[in-house]
């Protein structure tokens, strides 16, 4: 099966800098992503990461380890909006649509 | 182009009965995928389809259903309702081909069982 870990809140101020990170074990593997939830919103597709490294989107960026089965999203100059719910996603064995999500990491920032 | 769109949006039901929820997928995507959340256990997939045809499955009770029309609209259908299946139920879309796809949800319906 398909398990992933995440933290559960975290807190920043306007401004700075915050890093999620998220650690998986999965068989069979299609890639981390990474989405966003509003309260009371639908979950937005943020990132995705096939290979190693970092990908770079405005102001969030995702990292990759497959040999550690690890990955991160990094929000810089977080803004009051940025303030939502935060998931990572793996593919599940023999599908990449079969996203099994993370618990959930709900960012505050605060003024 | 027009989004994702799930009807209805709310839904009271009481145990026992059952409901049939409705989503849209985005203007040239063939997937459907169906998701629950609940604050508990979180977003669980529950099934795929693709032209038509259920392509995968996740881990709930045969009283989960669906189906995907020709114009790829989907239905999902929970029969027997029972107090557990309150949740917010998440239908996704995709173009469904290729080994990546972001997934492009909507917004939901949120349903309550009494």
């Known amino acids: 099966g398909q398990s992933l870990e995440q933290p559960s809140e975290v807190t920043a101020v306007e401004g700075a800098i915050v890093q999620i990170n998220c650690t998986y074990q999965?068989?069979?593997?299609?890639?981390l992503s990474w989405y966003q939830q509003h309260d009371g919103g639908a979950p937005t597709f943020l990132s995705y990461n096939a290979l190693d490294g970092l990908e770079e989107t405005g102001r969030f960026s995702s990292f990759l380890s497959r040999s550690d089965s690890y990955g991160y999203l990094l929000l810089q100059e977080l803004q009051m909006k940025d303030s939502a719910s935060y998931f990572c996603a793996v593919g599940a064995s023999g599908s990449a649509r079969q996203l099994t999500f993370g618990s959930g990491t709900q960012l505050t920032v605060l003024p | 182009k027009a989004g994702v769109t799930q009807t209805p949006r709310y839904l009271i039901k009481t145990r026992g009965q059952q409901v049939t929820l409705s989503c849209s997928p985005i203007?040239?995507?063939?997937?459907v995928s169906w998701y629950q959340q609940t604050p508990g256990q979180g977003l669980q997939f529950l099934f795929e389809y693709f032209s038509e045809t259920q392509r995968n499955k996740g881990n709930f009770p045969g009283r989960f259903s669906g189906r995907q029309f020709s114009n790829s609209r989907s239905e999902m259908n929970v029969s027997t309702l029972e107090l557990g299946d309150s949740a917010l139920y998440l239908c996704?879309?995709?173009?469904?081909?290729?080994?990546?796809?972001?997934?492009?949800f909507g917004p939901g319906t949120r349903l309550t069982v009494l």
């Open positions: 203007s040239g995507h063939r997937s």
């Open positions: 996704a879309s995709s173009t469904g081909q290729g080994s990546y796809n972001e997934q492009f």
């Open positions: 999965t068989s069979g593997f299609y890639g």
